[in-house]
Every structure is written in C-alpha cells, then in structure tokens.
C-alpha cells in the first residue's frame, strides 16, 4: 500500500525559506521518478519539481533558482527546499512519483505572508 507522509510546511514571510520532506513506503522508491506538486486555493494541482533516481532535476519555470529537490534512496525520502518564499507559493505541497500514484498523502501547508 503506497503511503506518503510530507511535513515540513508552515507561515513564513516573504523572502523566507521552507524545507519540506516526505517519507514514501509501499513501492520500490529508487526505481521510481519523484516530485512535489502543490495545489493553490481555487487552482489545480500542478506539478512543481521532479528528481530522477540519478539526480536530474526539473522545475517549473515559477521555481527555478528558488526551490530545489533532492531525494534520499536509502531513507525513502524527497526533499524539496523553498527558498525566496513569495506569496503566489501558498499552495498545499504533496510529493508523489511522476507520474503520480491515485494514491495521495494529506499534504503539508506553505503560507507565505507578511
């Protein structure tokens, strides 16, 4: 059974930073591409980075130079660092593989706001 756990989420200022993790079980993690998405109040969920099991990287272009992912194959675990919050990153962050599982955690709230 696929489980997701993120956590990591709260109110920062604009400017500030965030690291989000989250732990994945019930499905062989390193042979599975990672990503985090997030979903703004009234918007669909987009997909917002992903990280190969060799590392390679990709952003949406609202991200890039401000956010980065990053995995742990021997924890299960992908990490995404926020840096340079702004207020258009409040959103609900969920991490999944890409493409993702019908099978979503409860996600971890950003808040950026003054």
């Known amino acids: 059974q696929v489980q997701l756990v993120e956590s990591g989420g709260g109110l920062v200022q604009p400017g500030g930073s965030l690291r989000l993790s989250c732990a994945a079980s019930g499905f062989i993690f390193s042979f599975n591409v990672m990503g985090w998405y997030r979903q703004a109040p009234g918007k669909q969920r987009e997909l917002v980075a992903t990280?190969?099991?060799?590392?390679?990287?990709n952003y949406v272009d609202s991200v890039k130079g401000r956010f980065t992912i990053s995995r742990d194959n021997a924890k299960n675990t992908v990490y995404l660092q926020m840096t340079s919050l702004k207020p258009e990153d409040t959103a609900v962050y969920y991490c999944?593989?890409?493409?993702?599982?019908?099978?979503w955690g409860q996600g971890t709230q950003v808040t950026v706001s003054s």
């Open positions: 990280v190969t099991n060799g590392g390679t990287t």
């Open positions: 999944n593989r890409n493409p993702p599982w019908l099978s």
